[in-house]
Antibody, heavy 120, light 113 residues
Framework: EVQLVESGGGLVQPGRSLKLSCAAS????????MAWVRQAPKKGLEWVAT????????YYPDSVKGRFTISRDNAKSSLYLQMNSLKSEDTATYYC?????????????WGQGVMVTVSS | DILINQSPASLTVSAGEKVTMSCKSS????????????LAWYQQKPGQFPKLLIY???NRHTGVPDRFTGSGSGTDFTLTISSVQAEDLADYYC?????????FGAGTKLELK
């Protein structure tokens, strides 16, 4: 059974940093693109970052580019999101998600999500 | 960036009714080299994570009931629920994966009478 379990969320002050983790199990992690998607309270979904199978390619929207870094450790079947210079608008539930096999693929499995609150 | 316009924002229907919701993109999501549309639909029930319903505009994901049907191509797409069940109460989102940055529609909230 595919499982994605996020951790590392919490309350953080504006301008500070936080690192999220996602532990994957039930599939060969190294074979899949992985991503982070977030959802602000009572709002819609926003794609945050994607990483290739090897980790050599990463993609971000302008809203987080230069502040967030996605990475992975295939030996540990783990995905990470380093978030720096956090802003109040980064407050959201962050989901770890697996890409369907293939190019330009949507996300077929999601974690339960972890809440990040940016506030002084 | 590709903009996604999803409508209506909300729908109120009775169990057993047929439902359609729309997703329009600001540019074509059809990749000519493989004739594939890069449009997906997700269902998010209250308090839960999103679940993939449809990918490639019309392909049902594993385990999705056949009352859910995706259609359309290019810039105009539709999600149809042939006979709504109480368990279908949820928010529905479309997403384009044609190009980065991936973008989502604002969602359609399905409510039952």
């Amino acid at each position: 059974e595919v499982q994605l379990v996020e951790s590392g969320g919490g309350l953080v002050q504006p301008g500070r940093s936080l690192k999220l983790s996602c532990a994957a199990s039930g599939f060969t992690f190294s074979n899949y693109y992985m991503a982070w998607v977030r959802q602000a309270p009572k709002k819609g979904l926003e794609w945050v970052a994607t990483i290739s199978t090897s980790g050599s390619r990463t993609y971000y929207p302008d809203s987080v580019k230069g502040r967030f870094t996605i990475s992975r450790d295939n030996a540990k079947s783990s995905l990470y999101l380093q978030m720096n210079s956090l802003k109040s608008e980064d407050t959201a539930t962050y989901y770890c998600a697996r890409g369907l096999p293939g190019y330009r693929a949507p996300f077929d499995y999601w974690g339960q999500g972890v809440m990040v609150t940016v506030s002084s | 960036d590709i903009l996604i316009n999803q409508s209506p924002a909300s729908l109120t229907v009775s169990a057993g009714e047929k439902v359609t919701m729309s997703c329009k993109s600001s540019q074509s999501l059809l990749y000519s080299e493989n004739n594939q549309d890069y449009l997906a639909w997700y269902q998010q029930k209250p308090g839960q994570f999103p679940k993939l319903l449809i990918y490639g505009a019309s392909n049902r994901h594993t385990g999705v009931p056949d009352r859910f049907t995706g259609s359309g191509s290019g810039t105009d797409f539709t999600l149809t629920i042939s006979s709504v069940q109480a368990e279908d109460l949820a928010d529905y989102y479309c997403e384009q994966t044609y190009s980065y940055p991936y973008t989502f529609g604002a969602g359609t909230k399905l409510e039952l009478k």
